[in-house]
């Protein structure tokens, strides 16, 4: 079901290209050569690890045609994220390009359970950056739900180039990137290296890329470059996801890149991934706002009892729909905490006009309680940021004795000492707000996809992926 539709859809676009650097691909030459490669696939689960996402896209495309399970990896997290997904997964072969080409290689310690009932099409697995990662089972109704949904606003087509920037391990790549272009027949031009702003902006310019999607740290980054290199001119069209976005990087965003229309989303893996959409035409008014529901996702706000919060009350985003999980890899009982009633428990927490507009707040197991008070580190953040010397800035909670927790702030910009902080904290912030340790650094640490990795930072032992 899923590689007909697709195959579909790239077949009414036969010359449109699939390249990385040097090397290109048809999508007639891509859907042939995935159809030949899953004549080789006879197992039921395969993880995939390329150096070149160009590689690893087309690997995807060969496990659907073959209709077996994949499992994404990426090189540029390093061994022990692939290490951790092997042991959550323990997949019998591997798909790689070390040879320089597709190779299946069989992994001797493969011992992988196929799931009872319908073979997921894919197992992508949580970042696990401090405990072991969730191995996330979609199947092809999931996946296929969330494509035409995206396909039903997504304003792409043939004529535009879009640049993936990050590893398709990651579901919001997978889908709202690599999947919806195929559907559009957009022209696909991968990047493989880490994040290196002057590299993206020479690729930018370079291939008149008119499609980006990223976090907004790296948009933000991106904008600092780009007022020296003014490379950006050819974007028309812009998502961002994967990090709370606050009103103050929002206008920074769009003063940065005026031509360009600029879509604010949200989802999470779990729902395959992609939630609610933020149109281009509310951006400027609304722009930390992450929009509406898709067409086939409902959506409901509940209280710590598990009952609908009032319009503009805080509390858990739920979703339901066709494009929710089966259910975590071999853990029915991570399975039975996050899916109860028939909604999935999203563990965000977010606030609903009456009309379906929503927002985030942050995220619940990032909550700071001090005194009683509940204190989400995003806001802390956004209020900073309106400071012209902010660069990044992370609040996080330290387990106290007396208060519950005391608030501490990483943060990199043009201070000299920790004073200057302090003084802003207190013009900025509410008093509860205020941070008890405060530590200057030249940069936080930040993923693969340029995404700031709270749980390297936040002192706590529970696991934020």
């Known amino acids: ?32 050569f995935a159809k030949q490669f899953a004549d080789r696939l006879d197992g039921a689960c395969y993880a995939i690890l390329c150096r070149s996402e160009l590689f690893a896209a087309l690997a ?19 061994r022990k994220h692939c290490e951790r997904i092997l042991e959550t997964v323990h997949p019998d072969f591997v798909i790689t390009d070390i040879l320089g080409q597709l190779t299946v290689v069989t992994l001797d310690d493969g011992t992988y359970q196929e799931p009872q009932g319908e073979r997921p099409a894919a197992i992508l697995c949580t970042s696990g950056t401090t405990g072991t990662p969730k191995g996330i089972m979609l199947s092809r109704r999931n996946l296929l739900t969330n494509i035409a949904d995206i396909n039903r606003y997504f304003a792409i087509d043939s ?20 999947f919806i272009s195929l559907c559009r027949g957009a022209n696909i031009s991968f990047y493989s290296e880490g994040l290196n702003p002057a590299l993206l902006l020479q690729k930018i310019k370079k291939e008149n ?20 290199a003014a490379a950006c001119s050819s974007l028309r069209t812009i998502v961002i996801s994967g990090e709370c976005l606050d009103t103050v ?26 939630v609610a959409f933020l149109p281009p035409d509310l951006f400027a008014t609304r722009g930390d706002w992450v929009g509406y529901p898709l067409h086939s996702v409902e959506l409901r706000v509940v209280d710590r009892r598990g009952n609908p919060a009032a319009p503009g009350e805080t509390g858990e985003l739920c979703v339901r729909g066709n494009s ?11 399975t039975a905490a996050v899916l109860r009633g028939g909604w999935l428990h999203t563990g965000d927490m977010a606030v609903m006009e009456p009309n379906g507009l929503v927002k985030i707040r942050g995220r619940k197991d990032n909550m700071i309680i001090r ?7 995003q806001e802390i953040e956004k209020n900073l940021s309106q400071d012209i010397r ?34 802003l904290c207190q013009r900025m912030l509410l008093p509860y707000q205020m941070p008890s340790v405060v530590e200057l650094v030249d940069t936080l640490p930040k993923n693969g996809s340029g995404k700031i990795i709270r749980a390297k930072t936040v002192r706590r032992t529970r696991d934020n992926v």
């Not at 890329?209 to 991106?222: A, Q, S």
């Not at 999980?325 to 009982?333: A, E, H, I, Q, R």
Request: neutral net charge; aromatic residues 12%; proline residues 5%.
């Open 1 to 32: 079901m899923l590689w007909k539709y697709i195959e579909e859809k790239m077949n009414c676009h036969p010359d449109s290209r699939i390249s990385e650097d040097a090397v290109s691909f048809t999508y007639q030459e891509a859907v042939d």
């Open 249 to 274: 990087r929002a206008k920074a965003i769009e003063k940065a890149f005026p031509a360009a229309k600029i879509y604010h989303v949200y989802g999470l893996t779990e729902a395959s991934p992609r």
């Open 159 to 178: 004529a535009d180039k879009i640049l993936i920037a990050r590893p398709v391990y990651h579901c919001a790549v997978l889908t709202g990137e690599f």
């Open 60 to 78: 995807i495309l060969s496990c659907i045609a073959a209709e077996v399970t994949f499992v994404p990896m990426s090189y540029r997290y390093g």
């Open 390 to 423: 902010v660069r990044e800035v992370m609040a996080y909670g330290i387990p106290d004795a007396f208060s519950g927790e005391k608030i501490g702030l990483q943060i990199a910009g043009d201070f000299t000492n920790r004073d200057q902080v302090l003084r």
């Open 209 to 228: 890329i008119t499609v980006l999607c990223g976090t907004p740290t790296m948009f933000m980054t991106l904008a600092q470059f780009g007022r020296r």
């Open 324 to 334: 929710v999980m089966m259910g975590y890899y071999n853990d029915p009982g991570a």
């Open 371 to 377: 005194g009683g008070m509940n204190i989400y580190p």
